[in-house]
């Protein structure tokens, strides 16, 4: 069974920054392609980021291009996402998927 465990989320003010961790458990981390989903207050999944199995194949939402960086490390089963010049419109609920897998989310907030 594959768990996910989001954590480096928290408050912020606009122009600041966040580095969001993903920790994965079992043995699929090296195999599959990862991704960042967010959910803001009464909206919608928005796909943000994802990354392939060699971390050579990385895509962004335009809503976040310029901003955020995704990354992976395999030696700690790690996926991350360093989030930077966060805007208000950013705050949202942030979860990381791998396959069917979802974490519990980590809470991004960017307010003033």
């Known amino acids: 069974e594959v768990q996910l465990v989001e954590s480096g989320g928290g408050d912020v003010q606009p122009g600041g920054s966040l580095r969001l961790s993903c920790i994965i458990s079992?043995?699929?981390?090296?195999?599959?392609?990862m991704s960042w989903v967010r959910q803001a207050p009464g909206k919608g999944l928005e796909w943000v980021s994802g990354?392939?199995?060699?971390?050579?194949?990385?895509n962004y939402a335009e809503s976040v291009k310029g901003r955020f960086t995704i990354s992976r490390d395999k030696a700690k089963n790690t996926l991350y996402l360093q989030m930077e010049s966060l805007k208000p419109e950013d705050t949202a609920l942030y979860y990381c998927?791998?396959?069917?897998?979802w974490g519990q989310g980590t809470q991004v907030t960017v307010s003033s």
């Open positions: 079992g043995s699929t981390f090296s195999t599959y392609g």
């Open positions: 990354i392939n199995s060699g971390g050579d194949k990385i």
């Open positions: 998927t791998i396959l069917a897998s």
